[in-house]
């Protein structure tokens, strides 16, 4: 299986803050990486599929970046609703799996 | 609007199983593969397994193979999702989540990608003696 693995799990941070989360693949998945969002009782929402290809109806502060490896999800002005937990997720094997969710929370 | 509802909350004593329905509405629901994810309290996505709801082919986790089962009904467009020799463990939210080919375009190329871009609004499974 292909392991993700992301950093920060938690990360504290203020409205208006730029921040980055990291996410690094056991092996190379080219670009083949989802983003979700997921606030507190509620189903994963998809922000970014292709690594860098925004889904409809999503924010444009929502940005990523990345291929193989290592990639980046950038929220360039956070805004109260942002404050959710973060998830990688890679679709380049039929067996797909998740990181570990990066926590953003309020300052 | 497209829609995934699941079914009502259970509890389940350990070595008992549990089946939860995810019905679908507003689109072709046989041209769309479904996955299923579960979330244990407090942790993380754990993906189990996807169905193909045009023929019924799966592909399972390895860690659920023996005790998963997903199959559907095309007359009712609903997918189930059935785990036997339930254990504490096994406690957790269900979702089903619909697989959305999503394409971009890479060097004048168009690429297809997968995403889960409909999720239904989860089941809880409460395994207890």
């Known amino acids: 299986d292909i392991q993700m693995t992301q950093s920060p799990s938690s990360l504290s941070a203020s409205v208006g803050d730029r921040v980055t989360i990291t996410c690094r693949a056991s092996q190379s998945i080219s670009s083949y990486l989802n983003w979700y969002q997921q606030k507190p009782g509620k189903a994963p929402k998809l922000l970014i599929y292709?690594?860098?290809s925004l889904q409809s109806g999503v924010p444009s502060r929502f940005s990523g970046s990345g291929s193989g490896t290592d990639f980046t999800l950038t929220i360039s002005s956070l805004q109260p609703e942002d404050f959710a937990t973060y998830y990688c997720q890679q679709s380049y094997s039929t067996g797909v799996t998740f990181g570990q969710g990066t926590k953003l929370e309020i300052k | 609007q497209v829609q995934l509802v699941q079914s009502g909350a259970e509890v389940k004593k350990p070595g008992a199983s549990v089946k939860v329905s995810c019905k679908a509405s507003?689109?072709?629901?046989?041209?769309?593969?479904m996955h299923w994810v579960r979330q244990a309290p407090g942790q993380g996505l754990e993906w189990m397994g996807i169905?193909?709801?045009?023929?019924?082919?799966?592909s399972y986790a390895q860690k659920f193979q023996g005790r998963v089962t997903m199959t559907r009904d095309t007359s009712t467009s609903t997918v189930y999702m059935e785990l036997s020799s339930l254990r504490s463990e096994d406690t957790a939210v269900y979702y089903c989540?619909?697989?959305?080919?999503?394409?971009?375009?890479?060097?004048?190329?168009?690429?297809?990608?997968?995403?889960?871009?409909?999720w239904g609004q989860g089941t809880t499974v409460t395994v207890s003696s």
């Open positions: 169905i193909n709801p045009s023929g019924g082919s799966t």
């Open positions: 292709a690594a860098s």
């Open positions: 507003g689109y072709t629901f046989t041209s769309y593969y």
């Open positions: 989540a619909r697989r959305q080919r999503l394409e971009t375009m890479v060097r004048g190329f168009p690429v297809s990608y997968y995403g889960m871009d409909v």
